[in-house]
């Protein structure tokens, strides 16, 4: 029974999970290498860790407290708010804009800014894996 029921959760799970492009599954893939080379224990990106880098208050760059939740909200699937320039952002989620996660370019800028405004530093490539596992997958 356990068995069972544990296979319809992973069946459940995969139906809403999101499928990346090609250009983007080959991005997940180089980080996933360069994870490798940065920590030989690396086994994989992993969405606990993701949500913790995503909602992590730390002094940014403006010497303020932020956190991606402060922009983004923590309800992925809803609008959020530039904190620095008040302007409205569209929702993270690519459950919500399918636009989102698709272009590699727009995601690896983003993520260098972003981590540079919260963290003060670019991100590690399994930091990057990790938060966008997290993003991806936040129902
Ligand atoms: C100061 C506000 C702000 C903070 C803090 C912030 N973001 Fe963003 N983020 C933006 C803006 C602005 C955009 C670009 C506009 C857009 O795509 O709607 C963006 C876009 C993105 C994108 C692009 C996704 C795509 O495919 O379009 C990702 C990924 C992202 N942010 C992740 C993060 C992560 C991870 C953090 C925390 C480390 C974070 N953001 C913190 C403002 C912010």
Known sequence: MKKILTALVIMVSLVHAVELNTSMKEYMKTLETQAQKENPKFKGFDYIRGEKIFTTKYIGKKGKLISCVSCHSSDLSKKGINVNTNKVIEPLSPLADSSRFTKVKN??????RNFRDVYNRVGTAQEKGDVVTYI????
């Open 136 to 139: 991806i997958n936040k129902k």
């Open 107 to 112: 995601v690896k800028k983003w993520l260098r």
